[in-house]
């Protein structure tokens, strides 16, 4: 029987684990505090996190240094609307909710006047018809939304799958610009993963069904076959996170995960271990993207550090590199850049051993985004080095990519990475060294070189061509590509995404009355970016 907690903080500690090992939301969580200890949603989602005030300003000065914060102001704001509370302004709330993983409406308790709508009374009566069940959708529900596939000569079955597969992206994008977009994603989840029914598209055949079925009741059959099934299905997971985001793909890897976990458990050969090893580690790494994607960035956190172990148990030193770089973007985008040097230069050191220059190139692109990231960080006397680092870094990562083979050993894992995305990153590291007019030229340079298919890249370059224009007050051009960048985020869903548009957004306040923010606006409300 559980030992009662001796305290309220212990109960506190207890329930927030408990909910979280569940599966609960923040949100969720935090409503259960609001209800059971009678908090107002901004301190509600505080306690759910476990964090105290202290901790708060912490994330808060990591995140946002430039921007003052303090015990007294956070506490002001959870205690309004009473007398001694101050209102917080909506750039806070917006803040707040990035540190608390949650939307900032959700920090608000505010009245509910929909009882005087005569409409709203009339809603709750009125029938409406549901839509399918995302566990039953099944290919013919959404065959409708296909063009048949047409294709003009002779093509292999692989081009009629990539067609086919591409067709099938661009439906569901349209399809969900459509109607209401979460309803929409609660349908793509399941919809895609339907797919499969096509007959052009690649599945197993008896022979590889049957290798399957006999792996799951007996893992000592596990083989390469096997493996490359599942890995087959990762990679088609990880396209459809490209294109549509996170909440498109996360469960199927979470399945993937959960089988191959499986497998280990009950024992596979000997002479499999390695590399199944190697494929959880490769499927973990995944779902610590899409985590780090839904800005849940401890869940990341976590995953990457079971990555990470799988992968040293596969001595799989292209896998452990693959992970530290992506561990490192983690550390600099959650306010750690010293971390994210770290993880860099532990990739780049496992990139080496592997004999990848792929992926040594990432890492050094990686570690020039964390360098420069310290340099905002830096004392005045010790930016200068810091600067020379992220400039080594770039020229580094350049000569390795340039260099690398085309039977590199890494090419597998970084098919996002080339010309288009290193510039990308140059781009960003001019703009935060204070040089945003360099910073406009690289970018317009990298532009051709990001294939469309990776839509948040994309959108990411958009947002640091705006930043660059906007550090050059020339706010008309900034809104568009803002408005392109906005557009993109329709499309892939990414709540790390959507947050920086917003926060991009913000950063034109001073120009708000002007008539191209105005406009701006007008685009974003559209697509429900703002209220």
């Known amino acids: 029987m559980p030992r009662k907690p001796r305290s309220l903080k212990e109960e506190m500690d207890r329930l927030s684990a408990e909910l979280r090992e569940r599966g609960s939301t923040w949100t969720e969580i935090a409503r259960e505090f609001q209800r059971r200890y009678r908090l107002n949603s901004r301190q509600a989602f505080r306690e759910a996190h476990r964090y105290t005030q202290e901790r708060v300003v912490e994330e808060w ?38 540190i608390y993983g949650c939307r900032a409406c959700d920090l608000i308790d505010g009245e509910d006047h929909t009882a005087s709508d005569q409409n709203a009374q009339v809603a709750r009566v009125r029938h409406f018809p549901s839509p399918p069940s995302p566990a039953g959708l099944a290919f013919a529900d959404i065959q409708g939304l296909l063009a048949p596939l047409s294709p ?74 096997t493996l490359g099934h599942i890995q087959a299905v990762l990679r088609h997971s990880m396209r459809q996170e490209d294109t549509l985001g996170p909440h498109a793909a996360l469960a199927t890897v979470l399945a993937q995960q959960q089988l191959v976990v499986s497998l280990l458990s009950a024992g596979v050969p000997e002479h499999m271990r390695a590399k199944t090893l190697s494929l959880l580690a490769d499927i973990r790494r995944c779902t610590a993207w899409m985590l780090f994607n839904l800005n849940d960035f401890r869940g990341a956190d976590r995953h990457y550090a079971r990555a990470r172990d799988a992968a040293h148990q596969a001595d799989d030193d292209a896998m452990c590199s693959m992970v530290l770089a992506n561990w490192s973007q983690l550390a600099t985008w959650r ?177 708000h009355r002007t008539r191209s923010v105005a406009a701006l606006d007008e685009r974003l409300h559209a697509v429900r970016l703002i209220a």
């Not at 096509?198 to 069904?209: A, F």
């Not at 750690?336 to 780049?348: N, Q, S, T």
């Open 335 to 511: 306010g750690d850049p010293r971390l994210g040097v770290e993880h860099a230069l532990g990739a780049f050191a496992w990139g080496q051993r592997a004999g990848s220059r792929l992926l040594t190139a990432y890492a050094c692109d990686v570690g020039a985004r964390a360098h420069a990231a310290v340099v905002r960080r830096s004392a005045r006397g010790e930016r200068r080095k810091d600067h020379t680092r992220c400039l080594r870094s770039l020229d580094q990562a350049q000569r390795e990519l340039h260099g690398a083979a085309a039977d590199d050993p890494g090419a597998r894992l970084v098919t996002f990475f080339g010309q288009g995305q290193y510039l990308s990153t140059k781009a960003g590291c001019l703009l935060d060294t204070g040089d945003p007019s360099q910073a406009l030229q690289v970018a317009a340079t990298a532009a051709s070189g990001i294939d469309p298919a990776f839509v948040r890249n994309a959108a990411y370059l958009r947002l640091k061509t705006a930043q660059a224009h906007m550090d050059l007050r020339d706010i008309d051009v900034a809104c568009e590509h803002l408005a392109e960048a906005a557009r993109l985020a329709g499309r892939n869903t990414s709540p790390r995404l959507v947050r920086s548009v917003v926060e991009t957004r913000e950063k034109l306040s001073p120009w």
């Open 61 to 98: 000065k990591a995140l946002w240094p430039s921007e003052p914060f303090s015990v007294r102001k956070l506490g002001s704001w959870e205690a309004w609307p009473s007398a001694s509370g101050n209102e917080p302004p909506v750039a806070g709330l917006n803040r707040l909710a990035r």
């Open 152 to 225: 003009r000569g002779p093509a292999s079955q692989e081009d009629l799958r990539e067609r086919e597969y591409e067709r099938l992206v661009h439906a569901f994008t349209d399809w969900a610009t459509q109607m209401n977009r979460r309803d929409a994603l609660a349908l793509i989840g399941a919809a895609a993963t339907s797919a499969y029914a096509s007959p052009h598209l690649e599945r197993p055949d008896e022979d590889e069904s049957r290798r399957l079925a006999m792996a799951g009741a007996d893992p000592s059959r596990v083989d390469e076959v």
